[in-house]
């Protein structure tokens, strides 16, 4: 055999190994011994030990609670405020009328009652007097009768306001069963003969009040019928405006 011109003999002419047979060496290696030949953790590793090493938050606490109850006291504190208020304010259904007599000295009333006696209202009565025009037949003043005798009842003993009553378009025989087996009233029921009285107090229908202060002027004109609560409330409006 001829020997390679190029080389000297004896000696090993194979070649060295190539420098990415070493690396892919080391890479196997690396990788038989489960380390990444990159130098980088594993991601699942990495994220579960940065888990760990954080502590869990604490849970959050109920809020939803303690609003509802906050805003349950608040709606029970407006409710008390309103009935406070409301309590001292007539009722929005009571039918009061812009009349011309509101504010001014209130008509003479006088003449016969329903027990044959005589009664004339002082021009001062020095009470707040409840002048209430009605009729036996009238379902409203029905209703309404039963509320004035409560209202008269809780002012006798004080006296500082009574009830006194007109019968409009009605006969004297059914007025006086009413007012006295009915209803048993004990304040005065004036008869009206010829309805002088409805004419000055330009009365058109039934149940209608007059409210006249203790210096004789009218303070309220009611068309509908009225509650001893909503008397009280214009009472205290009245004192209110006129102390």
């Known amino acids: 055999m001829s020997a390679d011109p190029g080389s000297t003999p004896g000696t090993d002419v194979r070649p060295a190994p190539t420098e990415a047979a070493s690396s892919g060496e080391d890479d196997s290696a690396a990788s038989a011994a489960g380390v990444d030949p990159t130098g980088a953790l594993p991601p699942a590793a990495s994220s579960s030990s940065a888990a760990a090493a954080q502590p869990a938050d604490p849970p959050a606490r109920p809020r939803g609670r303690h609003t509802a109850r906050w805003v349950a006291l608040a709606v029970l504190v407006i409710a008390a405020g309103l009935t406070a208020v409301l309590a001292d304010s007539p009722s929005a259904t009571l039918a009061q009328v812009q009349s011309t007599l509101v504010g001014k000295q209130a008509p003479p009333v006088s003449g016969p009652t329903i027990d044959g006696t005589d ?97 004789g002027r009218v303070v309220a004109h009611i068309v509908s019928p009225v509650t001893a609560a909503e008397l009280d409330a214009l009472i205290a409006e009245a004192e209110a405006s006129h102390p």
């Open 119 to 215: 009664f004339t209202l002082p021009a001062a009565p020095g009470k707040y007097i409840v002048l209430n025009f009605f009729a036996s037949w009238c379902v409203p003043c029905r209703t309404e009768g039963p509320e004035l005798v409560t209202f008269d009842f809780a002012h006798q003993a004080a006296g500082d306001a009574s009830v006194v009553s007109v019968v409009f378009d009605d006969t004297v025989a059914a007025a006086t069963e009413y007012q006295q087996d009915t209803l048993g009233a004990t304040w005065p029921t004036l008869t009206d003969p010829g309805g002088h009285i409805a004419l000055d107090y330009g009365v058109t229908g039934q149940p209608t009040t007059f409210l006249i202060a203790p210096d």
